[in-house]
């Protein structure tokens, strides 16, 4: 079987596609990735010999009377285009698409060649482009079930968010502190802010660092890379130790390492986190469409797997005091795990596979 996936634009999207992919290709099928024309795209898939990988145009949709809407309509034909001229070289037998405006054209070209077509919805709310994807598609895939009200008459399948294989591997926690180079006795907490980092996280932990000044406690810091070398000059500073980088491409040794996380709340990371039974302080990107990340972090802490506070109530005492708390309460951390872990996706990158294969003819 030969199957198109459409999965740029952002981590969200590209990896649990490639997750989805993976297992297609694990399966025995020929894989297809329609990525976005974003460097951090290209940067993921560089390795990827395994499947063919071609991008496609594509933009956000801007507002109703904005001078971009002339480029985006471009970009939509440009996409449409180029997903047709793709399709009669590779011809797929069916098509998924991960979500956001790369994922349009792609279901659009399907459609037009009369294949079964998917789309999945990651967050707790879909922004505009799966809205309109939705339309499209022979079959609405969600993480969420919170999420299905929103596709009133579509066929609904609740399959969860996918992790890519290389996360599928439990890691020892003392043996990833180590190959991170930092002590394998003091409680570690690990900061990320998504793909590209995220600079309200990262200046709301940098205030909190002398609370933990000379104390057993260490972080991981992923910054995204423009905050890298302020973020290593300030743990260097306060004398705290700390793996500071601006991503890892490893990322089952950073959760193994963990024992508290502070994070956005992307679906992806989400369910990352949820499979590592990481116990989690959230903190929503408060930009996000529709505010689907609010919304995906109060699930989380609906079930007490997490806590949340929003950006703009975030100070260094309300941060440094929650993170303080959290260490100190091993019990709560451990039912916080036992939580997070119900939560996680169970063979979410299976379900989908399987439901593609069933599709086809």
């Keep these: 079987m030969k199957v198109a996936i459409a999965c740029g634009g952002t981590g969200g999207h590209l990896f649990p596609g490639i997750a989805v992919a993976e297992v297609l290709h694990e399966r025995g099928h020929q894989v297809l990735l329609l990525i976005s024309e974003k460097q951090v795209d290209a940067t993921a898939v560089r390795d990827r010999t395994e499947f063919r990988i071609e991008r496609i145009p594509a933009i956000g949709l801007p507002r109703v009377f904005s001078l971009d809407l002339p480029r985006f309509v471009l970009k939509a034909v440009e996409g449409l285009a180029r997903c047709r001229r793709v399709y009669r070289d590779f011809k797929p037998q069916a098509v998924l698409g991960m979500g956001g405006f790369t994922s349009t054209a792609p279901i659009l070209a399907g459609r037009l060649r009369r294949l079964p077509t998917f789309i999945h919805e990651s967050n707790a709310i879909p922004g505009k482009a799966n809205r309109l994807n939705a339309r499209l598609a022979s079959r609405v895939l969600v993480g969420f079930e919170d999420c299905r009200r929103f596709f009133p008459g579509a066929r609904v399948e609740v399959t969860g968010t996918p992790i890519r294989a290389s996360l599928r591997k439990r890691v020892d926690g003392a043996a990833a502190r180590r190959n991170l180079g930092l002590k394998t006795d003091f409680q570690t907490v690990l900061i990320m802010g998504g793909s590209q980092g995220a600079h309200g996280i990262n200046q709301a932990v ?20 423009q905050d890298q070398n302020t973020v290593s000059e300030s743990y260097e500073r306060a004398g705290i130790p700390a793996f500071v980088g601006a991503f890892h491409h490893h990322m089952e040794t950073v959760y193994g390492a963990a024992d508290l996380a502070v994070a956005r709340s992307g679906a992806a990371s989400l369910a990352e986190l949820a499979y590592f039974g990481v ?5 929503p990107f408060p930009h996000a469409a529709e505010n689907h990340q609010l ?10 797997a997490a806590e949340v506070i929003q950006e703009a109530r975030v100070g260094k005492d309300t941060l440094g005091s929650l993170i303080d708390r ?9 039912q916080m795990v036992v939580r997070m872990r119900a939560l996680a996706p169970q063979d979410s990158a299976g379900r ?9 003819k």
Excluded: C, M, Y
């Design 206 to 225: 940098l205030a909190t660092l002398a609370r933990f000044a000379g104390r057993p406690v260490q972080f991981i810091h992923l910054t995204g890379l």
């Design 279 to 283: 116990p989690s302080v959230l903190i």
């Design 295 to 304: 919304l995906n972090a109060e699930i989380f802490a609906r079930q007490g």
């Design 326 to 334: 959290l260490l100190a309460d091993e019990a709560g951390r451990k």
């Design 352 to 360: 989908i596979a399987r439901l593609i294969e069933t599709s086809v």
